[in-house]
């Protein structure tokens, strides 16, 4: 046995593959995403068929500035990433933060659109076709916001406990990758939700 | 074995056994996380076994009454969901755990504690299903077992039609198996892209990893949408939506579509990797090298391809539009023609060769002769015309299953008694193997090739009895007693599995003679697998080492 | 020979099914004994015959030719099934319906099947009676599948392919069968705990035989008479009429099958049991013995009223 891997060895080869890390999150993206587009079609297949009950137009507010809060918040997370790659802890810190920030606010505007839609119009899961597909959607697409933001919480306490390094810059740069994911599905929700199927 | 290299069981031998199985509990090892597999999909093979032999000996005659039509019904969708996720599903993911590091070149797999993780979800999920089977009517009365069918059609699945908790089991212990599955994928395909050694570009890598590397991307994709429709089931069971409220404006057929979505591209996920096996062993059984391995890649890549686009050939009864229709036959019949390529050469492999007739061989070659009647018989199925009588009777019971046992089980027994010596060390017992072999070929024959025929004289599928006088009865007979030809030939090989693990003969590294890197290892491969990770230049680089006069690198 | 057999067609729909089936049947049969003959020629020319002989045969990599042969073939072969398929896909399922056909609403229930003529006023169960037709001036029957709750499929063998009965999802078949009898067949979608006994039998009559039992269908039952009377009076005053249907009666339930003329069918219990006294009655008194599961409940009726029950249903002929 020895002989053959003696044999087989030749260390002059130069070899490079892609990173583990970058590979298994596309990984998780592309199944995240297959899980995505059948609620996507289901949202779709269904407008429109309502029995009963609000119709999207009319109870309907399009989240522009949570939107843009959302959307901003992929340009902060990759700026830090840029920032820790150049060695640049605290700015890193404070754009990881702004980041955070901008993911609660629009955690914050999900549940207000909430409260007014089941306590205001009363819509909820129950009510008809387009509650069951628009809170299980929505609710899906925030349900992976908070995982996000359970994650860059996670590294900020690492910052906080003077853990983070510049070397982890390749791990953030993987994780910021499924932020950019999460923002989006949330283009294409919004636009299936409140442009197409309103 | 050289001094240098002692295996982790050399070592383990010695502990005691508490602290033996917390080695194995806790372990990352691809090559244990892969045994736990194959052991896992074993006892379940077992199970659905059992499942399969009830309802069986229940058909064998009209109006019989050996079970109740609730414990029935349980039995086949206990069954099939049984062999589909917490059988075949682990088997294959424990085979390509255990070889595609050692295949190519790497010492674990790219992220060993999700590999433990994804492989304990799976084990959950089993017994969160089989934990069904307590409550509900009571052990005798088949509990609260799911009877649902395995593919749980809506709206049966609703809590108007499914009252209690028997359709939760069987969602919840498949979304939990779902995360286990997705997780592996993610890990094959991080290994087979990011951890090949030194010189094994793509394009020189197994084929066993290339189909592997397939497997694991329609995993991703087809699973998933498994996962969205029991997530959208458990919000109409649970929070009172309507995704398949047939009374509030939703749609049966959406879940059909859904579930077909994942249920087509799941059956492929299951024979991908059995093509991977014969790939590996019918070349090594007639000492040539794998015929046309370009195409192979490229047929295997189309597969994966084609079948995201077949789904409903399952509902060409459920009035789909004539053209809707008609579309469904071109694609299920376009995935014949690369699907018939593979099968050409595999047989163009064997010609010119020195074939020799050992018990994995004896396998391969049962999956070829099966893979194509079952693959014949999948075209008269995709002729929707003819689906329209064949589909949900026993033809097409008898269809899938040549599929499933002819082909895809038939492969793993091969790969089981080929990568054995490996694995264990130690040779398994030649003449046994070929009984168990015939006994199951009887048995599987008896069995499958008969139950064509009530199919075709009327017989639909799901039912706990049947009317006599329709021409039904003799063929029931037949296609039971195949059962326990095949019955005996498990406990054949279940013996020589247990003996051989204990009293067979030194295997040593490579006793095929074979060309791939596993087989430049010891037998049972070290922890690390590779003292020292190794360079290659060709498909088969023991093949180079064996031939230096005349290496594949030369001709590739 | 079997009822049931899918290679004995007597309708259109069957008829066209069998032709497309032999010629597929017949091109998969000669492409596995051509591909068989290969395994077995390559097992038997090839075999390793001396178990000394170490030497390894020729490598032999490849060849595009040969890819390019077993590829193109393969490919028209399934064009021309294809072509095949999509015909017979199109002259069955977009067949119009002629002015003059007869039409049938079929709702598919667990465990029964509901009859419905609308242009003949008619409701019935479990049994469908149909007229025959003539090749030549057809008089084809349109049948329009639905369903009260879980998926069911409609399969008569003999007269044509299974469609499915789906609820929110009306499917539509033809049939035109070219020879009387009885035509058996059963349900093909598992539909709950007695899917098995959701049995068909479908009565293709000569149209005189056929304009018969439609007048028989439509009469109102006669007026009842003499013990019978006690029977309807438990029949209208216990549940019996939350699930059934007597025209004329105050008895208007949709539940269970209409029982206007229950004793014009063969059988009941959609085929699970002949329609004799003893399976009338045991049927009444326990449906659990006869079929497990079903919908109906055991009534829990003293033997006088269930007497006197079975007695006034069989004075609906």
């Not at chain 2, 094959?188 to 197994?206: D, F, H, Q, S």
């Amino acid at each position: 046995m020895s002989t053959f891997s003696a044999s087989l060895s030749n260390g002059n080869l130069e070899w490079r593959l892609p990173s583990r890390g970058r590979v298994g999150m596309y990984g998780l993206i592309a199944a995240e995403a297959a899980i995505f587009t059948i609620f996507v079609v289901a949202y779709l297949f269904y407008t429109g068929k309502s029995v009963t009950g609000p119709q999207p137009k009319d109870v309907l507010h399009a989240p522009i500035f949570y939107t843009v809060c959302l959307l901003v918040s992929s340009l902060t997370v990759h700026a830090a990433v840029r920032k820790l790659v150049a060695g640049d802890i605290a700015a890193f810190a404070r754009l990881w933060l702004l980041t955070i920030a901008l993911g609660g606010t629009f955690l914050y505007g999900t549940a207000r659109e909430w409260a007014h839609l089941i306590f205001d119009e009363g819509l909820t899961v129950s009510t008809n076709l387009f509650g069951t597909t628009y809170y299980s959607l929505v609710g899906l697409h925030t349900f992976h916001v908070m995982m996000g933001l359970l994650a860059l919480i996670v590294v900020a306490l690492f910052y906080f406990t003077a853990r983070l390094q510049r070397e982890h810059a390749e791990r953030l740069e993987v994780l910021s990758m499924y932020w950019h994911f999460v923002d989006v599905v949330w283009v294409v929700v919004f636009t299936v939700v409140y442009v197409v199927g309103v | 074995m050289s001094t240098n290299t002692i295996a982790l069981s050399e070592l383990s031998v010695s502990l005691p056994l508490p602290l033996r199985l917390h080695e194995w509990v806790t372990t990352v090892d691809h090559k244990r996380l892969g045994i736990l597999y194959i052991l896992y999909a074993l006892t379940f093979l077992v199970a659905g076994g059992i499942e399969a032999i009830i309802m069986r000996l229940q058909l064998i005659r009209p109006h019989n009454d050996l079970v109740s039509p609730e414990v029935f019904n349980r039995m086949f969708t206990m069954h099939g969901t049984t062999m589909i996720f917490f059988a075949a599903m682990p088997l294959v993911f424990g085979f390509a755990n255990y070889l595609v590091p050692l295949m190519i070149g790497a010492r674990d797999m790219a992220f060993p504690r999700l590999n433990a993780f994804s492989f304990w979800m799976t084990a959950l999920g089993g017994l969160l299903l089989y934990f069904s089977f307590l409550g509900g009517d009571g052990l005798y009365g088949g509990g609260g077992a799911p009877d649902v069918g395995w593919f749980a059609y809506a709206p049966l699945t609703a809590k108007t039609f499914s009252v209690g908790h028997s359709t939760d089991f069987w969602t919840l212990s498949l979304l939990v198996s779902g995360i286990g599955s997705v997780g592996t994928a993610i890990n094959i395909i991080a290994t087979i892209l990011c951890m090949r050694c030194p010189g094994m570009a793509l394009g020189k890598m197994p084929l066993l990893a290339w189909l592997n590397l397939t497997m694991a991307g329609l995993v991703i994709l087809a699973v998933s949408p498994l996962t969205a429709a029991q997530l959208m089931l458990l919000v109409d069971r649970y929070l009172g939506g309507h995704f398949f409220d047939t009374q509030a404006g939703g749609s049966a057929v959406i879940w059909m579509h859904f579930f077909w979505i994942f249920g087509h591209p799941e059956v492929y996920v299951l024979v991908i990797p059995a093509f991977a096996f014969t790939s590996e062993i019918i070349p090594v059984f007639s000492r040539k090298a794998i015929f046309g391995y370009p195409v192979m890649v490229l047929a295997t890549v189309a597969i994966g391809f084609i079948s995201m686009s077949v789904w409903a050939h399952h509902m060409f009864t459920v009035g789909m539009s004539s053209g809707a229709n008609t579309f469904f036959v071109l694609s299920t019949m376009a995935i014949s023609v690369p699907t018939g390529i593979k099968i050409f050469n595999w047989l163009a492999t064997m010609w010119g060769g020195k074939i020799r007739f050992t018990t994995p061989m004896l396998f391969c070659i049962g999956f070829l002769f099966q893979f194509l009647i079952g693959g014949l018989t999948g075209i008269t199925l995709a002729v929707a015309p003819f689906d329209w009588h064949l589909g949900n009777s026993y033809y097409l019971v008898a269809h899938f299953h040549y599929v499933i046992v002819g082909a895809i089980l038939f492969a793993a027994f091969g790969a089981f008694f080929y990568w054995f010596p490996k694995v264990s060390g130690k040779m398994y017992n030649e003449p046994l193997g070929k009984l168990f072999f015939w006994l199951f070929l009887s048995g599987f024959h008896l069995t499958f090739d008969f139950m064509h025929i009530p199919g075709l004289l009327g017989m639909p599928r799901r039912i706990y009895t049947y009317e006599p006088g329709r021409g039904w009865d003799i063929w029931n007979v037949i296609v039971t007693i195949g059962v326990f030809f095949q019955v005996v030939g498990i406990l054949v090989f279940a013996v020589n599995l247990v003996w051989s693990y204990y009293r067979g003969n030194a295997a040593g590294n490579d006793p095929w003679d074979a060309w791939t890197l596993e087989w430049s290892t010891s037998s049972p491969p070290p922890g690390y697998n590779y003292a020292v990770i190794p360079t290659v230049r060709s498909r088969r680089p023991l093949w180079d080492l064996k031939h230096p006069e005349d290496p594949d690198w030369r001709y590739e | 020979m079997s009822p049931t057999n899918i290679f004995a067609p007597a309708s259109t729909p069957a008829d066209s099914i069998f032709g497309l089936s032999m010629f597929v049947l017949l091109t998969v049969a000669a492409i596995f004994i051509v591909v068989f003959s290969l395994l077995a020629y390559v097992l038997v020319r090839f075999r390793n015959k001396r178990s000394d002989d170490r030497s390894e045969p020729a490598q032999v990599y490849g060849s595009t030719q040969v890819e390019l042969a077993w590829t193109i073939i393969p490919g028209l072969i399934v064009v021309a099934l294809f072509l095949a398929a999509a015909h017979v896909i199109a002259s069955v399922q977009d067949a119009p319906r002629p002015p003059g056909a007869l039409q049938v609403i079929v709702t598919g229930h667990q465990y029964w099947w509901e009859y419905r003529y609308p242009g003949l006023n008619i409701v019935t169960a479990n049994e469908l009676h149909v007229p025959l037709s003539n090749p030549a001036h057809p008089t084809p029957t349109f049948l329009t599948l639905l369903s009260a709750d879980t998926d069911h499929s409609f399969w008569v063998p003999r007269l044509a392919g299974k469609t499915d009965l789906i609820p929110n999802h009306p499917n539509s078949m033809w049939i035109d069968p070219h020879e009387p009898g009885i035509f058996l067949g059963q349900c093909a979608q598992y539909c709950g705990v007695q899917h098995a006994k959701m049995l068909l039998r479908v009565y293709v009559q000569p149209r005189a035989e056929f304009d018969r039992w439609v007048r028989e269908q439509q009469q109102l039952p006669h007026s009842v008479e003499g013990a019978a009377l006690t029977g309807q009076r438990v029949f209208e005053s216990t549940a019996c009429v939350s699930c059934h249907a007597v025209s004329g009666t105050p008895a208007k339930g949709r539940f269970g099958p209409d029982l206007t003329h229950l004793m014009s069918r063969d059988t009941i219990a959609s085929g699970a049991a002949a329609n004799t006294h003893e399976m009338l009655r045991l049927w009444i008194k326990n449906p659990d013995v006869i079929k497990p599961g079903s919908r109906m409940p055991a009534m829990g009726l003293s033997d006088p009223d269930l007497d006197a029950v079975t007695g006034y249903l069989e004075t609906l002929r």
